[in-house]
């Protein structure tokens, strides 16, 4: 008599981290929801890392734009976490304006930060 136990086959690539530009592309145009109860839109999502100035260093390190849309509650605060489908909750620092909140992520220089382990 053999014994046979079969396990899920996963994937061995790691998901996207929720502060870099690979998992926010895909949820250009979905609404996603704050802490308070406010639905926003992903406007926008713009890469930064082309250099002003062609000869300009640049890092290859994510550096991006997220513009969102107010389509319903309100943001009390500029410091926002919202619920990103993949990665779950996300703190981000917003500039507001009106029905827009842009959030700016540089990830420059975040190699050198400690390890969180």
Known sequence: MA?????PQMSTASAPGPYS??????LLGTEITADGGAVLRVRTVE???TPEKPD????????FRLVFALV???LTSDSITVHHPQAGKVSLLTNQFEDTAVAYI???????LPSQN
């Open 56 to 63: 300009d260093f640049d890092s290859k390190e994510d550096r």
């Open 72 to 74: 319903s509650g309100e």
């Open 47 to 49: 890469d930064l890392r």
């Open 21 to 26: 530009l690979a998992a926010w592309l895909p």
């Open 3 to 7: 014994l046979l136990a079969l396990t």
């Open 106 to 112: 540089d990830r420059r220089g975040a190699s050198l």
